[in-house]
């Protein structure tokens, strides 16, 4: 992609301890001017499937991801996971954590936006993200038929709660991954409306991050809403009393700040041996 359309960045601001753990020696680094990163809701720890641990293991190894953003932690499942993997682990303690096959040079975590935790790997903050669950917006436009203003009106936890993150980042290159909890503004479209019970909605919290310049690396590189929905949740869930369950793009990898350039952006998983009631989202990006 033609690197004149690319105006992005985002970074760090106050520190918090958090504790390293290496289970093991760190494979070599990938190559110096890419990174691929793997946004993963593990379904509690991968406790809601048999052998959840070693299965979330391996697709990330068949992923090919260098770093990894958990969200729904149990237990101890973020150091189980590193443990199969032999990777570098934060240890928040929160239901969100990241891994990485590559050293960290630094790290940090906040409250802010329901808990997030960031670490920076090849000179680049990464982020783990999981903003508010409730007042999930589909069901308001599907099952309850709201109106518009009821519907932005229950979305204010989740804008808060991007606006916390965007303050905290600050200005140096970034990628905020997790789990949402809301549909994107680029994909309730005019072009996509039959697709969702007939609505057009600006999601607050994904407008909130693209006015502040972060572009979202799997719909840059598949530009098309209609074409290529992308969506993750969920490859289990498809009714809901009865009723057929939205199928959304919730899990997201966002990006903005010096030379990031999304090359690569595409979900992965599903079928039977499948560990998450998510799918994830994985992207590459050249440094």
Known sequence: MDMKFR?????????????LTVAGPAPAASAADTLTVMSFNTWHGGTQVTDG?????????????DVVSLQEYSGNSTKQIADKLGWYATNTGTHVDIISRLPFEGQDWTSSGNGTVAVKIKGVWIYSAHLDYTKYGPYNACFDNDSYATIYADEANRKKQAQEILSWAGSSPAI???????????????????THCNSVVQWPATKVFADAGYWDAYREVNPSELLTPGNTWSPV????????????????????????DATRARTWGGGSNWPSDHLAVVATFNL
């Open 53 to 65: 641990v070693s299965k979330i293991a391996g697709e990330i190894t068949k992923a090919g991801a």
């Open 176 to 194: 905020i991954a997790g789990d949402f909890n809301t549909p994107s503004h680029l994909d309730w479209t005019a072009s996509t409306q039959a």
């Open 237 to 260: 869930v498809k009714w809901n009393a009865g009723r057929p369950e939205p199928q959304d793009r919730i899990d997201l990898i966002l990006y903005r700040g010096g030379s990031l």
């Open 7 to 19: 105006r992005r960045a985002a970074g760090l601001g106050l520190a918090a301890a958090l504790t």
